[in-house]
């Protein structure tokens, strides 16, 4: 994924890619659940921190057509 997103691959954006997704992890396990877009999230994450997950779609409402 960092490589779409213009960054220039090295140990600094390494280091930091991975801290970040180790700080998401370590606030999810927190949680008492997890909320997420679609089914294929939903199981990452329920694999991932052994707690359920909730979800919720993303739609538009008529209001927001």
């Keep these: 994924m960092m490589d ?3 960054v220039e691959l090295n140990d600094t954006a390494w280091r ?3 801290g970040y997704i180790r ?5 999810m ?7 997420a ?3 294929y999230p ?3 994450a329920e694999a991932f921190i052994g707690k359920p997950t909730r979800i919720i779609p993303n739609y538009l ?5």
Aim: glycine share 4%.
């Design 16 to 18: 930091f890619w991975f």
């Design 61 to 65: 409402s008529r209001e927001q057509i």
């Design 29 to 35: 396990a927190l949680c008492h659940w997890v909320v």
């Design 4 to 6: 779409r997103l213009d």
């Design 23 to 27: 700080r998401i992890g370590t606030a």
């Design 42 to 44: 939903a199981a990452q």
């Design 37 to 39: 877009r679609n089914p």
